[in-house]
C-alpha cells in the first residue's frame, strides 16, 4: 500500500470548515483513498473513501487532485465532537490484500 | 442494531498469565482483524482472518495467538511470551476486500502488572 503523509496536528474553529490534507504522492491507479477517525479511547470509525472522483457523504467531502497525489478531507462545519485523530489511508480493494495500515494521524482540535 | 462488541473494556493481568480477549460481530462480515495501539501511535496489525478456521499472521503476531471457529467470533489470547503486553487492543471486521470500510469495536484496555 502506498505511504501517506499528514499534518501531525491541526486547529480549527467551531462552525467553521476543517479541511484536513493527506499526501499519497506514491499511489498506484487502483489504490483508494479512506478515511478514518478515532476519538479519544475509542475504535476507529470509518468516514469516507473515494478512488479519483470527489466524494460527499453525510460526515464529510473528501477532494481527491485529479494527479491523484494528495487529497483532503472537508468537514463543512466542525463541532467540538469532531475533535479527533484523523487517518488517511490508501490502500488496494479486493484481492488478497485485506490489511489496513495506520499511520499516526492528524490530530484534528475544534476549539469553542 | 448489527456491529462489533469487544469485552472487557477494561483488564487487568498479572505478568506471566495468558489472557483472552473476546471480539463478536452480528454484521455478517466475512473478515475479522486485531489491532494493537500504544500511546500516541497508530494502530498496529496483529492477526487476521478472512474465513472460518483460517488467519494469517500481521505485522505484530509473536507472542499473540487467535482461532476463527465460528464467523461471528475471532478471540485474541495474549500470552507470557508477548513482552510488552499493556496497550489498547481494538478488533475490526469487513466485507471480503474491505471495500466498503472497516468497523471496529470499542476496545479493550490492557494492563499488566
Known amino acids: 500500500d502506498a505511504k501517506t503523509t499528514q499534518p501531525p496536528s491541526m486547529d480549527c474553529a467551531e462552525g467553521r470548515a476543517a479541511n484536513l490534507p493527506c499526501n499519497h504522492s506514491?499511489?498506484?491507479?487502483?489504490?483508494?483513498v479512506y478515511w478514518y477517525r478515532q476519538i479519544h479511547s475509542q475504535g476507529p470509525q470509518y468516514i469516507i473513501h473515494?478512488?479519483?472522483n470527489n466524494e460527499t457523504n453525510e460526515m464529510a467531502s473528501l477532494i481527491i487532485t485529479e494527479d491523484r497525489k494528495s487529497s483532503t478531507l472537508i468537514l463543512p462545519h466542525a463541532t467540538l465532537r469532531d475533535t479527533a485523530v484523523y487517518y488517511c489511508i490508501v490502500r488496494v480493494v479486493g484481492g488478497s490484500n485485506y490489511k489496513l495500515t495506520f499511520g499516526k494521524g492528524t490530530l484534528l482540535t475544534v476549539n469553542p | 442494531d448489527g456491529g462489533i462488541t469487544q469485552s472487557p473494556k477494561y483488564l487487568f493481568r498479572k505478568e506471566g498469565q495468558n489472557v483472552t480477549l473476546s471480539c463478536e460481530q452480528n454484521?455478517?462480515?466475512?473478515?475479522m482483524y486485531w489491532y494493537r495501539q500504544d500511546p500516541g501511535q497508530g494502530l498496529r496489525l496483529i492477526y487476521y482472518s478472512q474465513i472460518v478456521n483460517d488467519f494469517q499472521k500481521g505485522d505484530i503476531a509473536e507472542g499473540y495467538s487467535v482461532s476463527r471457529e465460528k464467523k461471528e467470533s475471532f478471540p485474541l489470547t495474549v500470552t507470557s511470551a508477548q513482552k510488552n503486553p499493556t496497550a489498547f487492543y481494538l478488533c475490526?471486521?469487513?466485507?471480503?476486500?474491505?471495500?466498503?470500510?472497516?468497523?471496529f469495536g470499542s476496545g479493550t484496555r490492557l494492563t499488566v502488572v
Open positions: 506514491t499511489i498506484s491507479g487502483n489504490e483508494y
Open positions: 475490526a471486521s469487513s466485507t471480503l476486500g474491505g471495500g466498503y470500510g472497516y468497523t
Open positions: 454484521l455478517n462480515h466475512d473478515a
Open positions: 473515494g478512488l479519483k
